[in-house]
């Protein structure tokens, strides 16, 4: 009883999720530090795919924007802990 609980609950957060492949790189963009917790798998792959599928020029762009604009890689906890992206996985301190 309580698997189909979880999977009912689950199937029903799964309806409401954003989908981000709607939405223009540039609004992705702005979205960063915003994503809530349960999407930040589904933007991170997003984001990635969408970088992949650019050119040199267009990753070269993209990539000196988000460092003029400040943008930190990594998400915050509720706590306001940074954590490292995929590749770390620690803490910020």
Do not use: H, W
């Not at 409401?16 to 589904?42: C, H, I, K, N």
């Not at 599928?53 to 003029?68: G, L």
């Amino acid at each position: 009883m309580k698997k189909i609980a979880i999977l009912s609950l689950l199937s029903i957060s799964l309806c409401f999720a954003t989908d981000y492949s709607l939405m223009s790189t540039e609004e992705l963009q702005s979205m960063r530090g915003s994503v809530p917790a349960e999407d930040r798998d589904a933007f991170k792959a997003e984001m990635q795919s969408r970088v992949q599928n650019m050119s040199q020029e267009e990753r070269d762009s993209f990539k000196e924007n988000n460092s003029q604009s400040g943008t930190k890689q990594g998400s915050q906890d509720g706590s306001g802990n940074m954590y490292k992206g995929s590749r770390g996985g620690g803490k910020y301190r």
